[in-house]
């Protein structure tokens, strides 16, 4: 099965916000981000659009750059919950849909600077995440190309917020779906995720 659609199918079972899948013998680690799952989410995190320092450990050698603080926030905290799993392994697959996506950008960014791998970054419907020089930081790490955001044409939430601008790869998948909701669904993903 190909790790983009392990990833959509882990994701539209679990409601932890964050999960951790061991590795095999063929596969790296892989942690996957939950995207909005309540309205303490949109509330706290999606709607705090204010910027904030990313990675926060470089804030003083000002290395990293300005993000959407209530993604930043909710990627610390999961990191936080996760750290067990962060410090037992390396070499990562990260992914999330929405909310989760800009979270797995994150933790991408904070692993990499904590001297951890990235093998590579999957997310589906991310929106806008962080300045022009926190993109810049994002591709002096090496991960602007490990990292794929799948979108559809009519996906909404990968325009906003119009504040920030997109960190990654564009993969634009064919979807004829005019709806901007459905067109969002994670599980319109997973099913055009072949």
């Given at each position: 099965?190909?790790?983009?659609?392990?990833?959509?199918?882990?994701?539209?079972?679990?409601t932890?916000?964050?999960?951790?899948?061991?590795?095999?013998?063929?596969?790296?680690?892989?942690?996957?981000?939950?995207?909005?799952?309540n309205?303490?989410?949109?509330?706290?995190?999606?709607?705090?659009?204010?910027?904030?320092?990313?990675?926060p450990e470089?804030?003083?050698s000002?290395?990293?750059?300005?993000?959407?603080s209530?993604?930043?926030?909710?990627?610390?905290?999961?990191?936080?919950?996760v750290?067990e799993?962060?410090?037992?392994?390396?070499?990562?697959?990260?992914?999330?849909?929405?909310?989760?996506?800009?979270?797995a950008?994150?933790?991408?960014?904070?692993?990499?600077?904590?001297?951890?791998?990235?093998?590579?970054v999957?997310?589906f419907?991310?929106p806008?995440?962080?300045?022009?020089k926190?993109?810049?930081?994002?591709?002096?790490q090496?991960?602007?190309?490990?990292?794929i955001?799948?979108?559809?044409?009519?996906?909404?939430?990968?325009?906003?917020?119009?504040?920030?601008?997109?960190?990654?790869?564009?993969?634009?998948?064919?979807?004829?779906?005019?709806?901007?909701?459905i067109?969002h669904?994670?599980?319109?993903?997973?099913t055009?995720?072949?």
């Open positions: 099965m190909k790790i983009e659609k392990i990833i959509t199918n882990v994701l539209l079972a679990q932890n916000g964050i999960i951790c899948i061991e590795p095999k013998i063929n596969r790296p680690p892989i942690i996957a981000f939950a995207g909005t799952q309205l303490k989410d949109l509330f706290v995190h999606d709607f705090n659009i204010l910027p904030t320092f990313w990675p470089n804030k003083k000002r290395l990293g750059g300005r993000v959407h209530g993604f930043a926030t909710r990627t610390n905290y999961l990191i936080n919950t750290d799993f962060i410090t037992k392994h390396d070499n990562f697959i990260l992914g999330g849909h929405s909310l989760g996506g800009s979270c950008i994150l933790c991408a960014s904070k692993l990499v600077n904590i001297n951890k791998t990235v093998e590579a999957y997310t419907g991310v806008k995440i962080g300045t022009s926190f993109r810049d930081y994002y591709k002096s090496g991960l602007w190309n490990k990292t955001n799948y979108i559809t044409e009519n996906d909404f939430v990968v325009n906003l917020p119009f504040l920030y601008k997109s960190v990654g790869n564009t993969n634009i998948l064919e979807f004829e779906e005019k709806n901007g909701f067109s669904d994670l599980i319109s993903y997973d055009l995720v072949k």
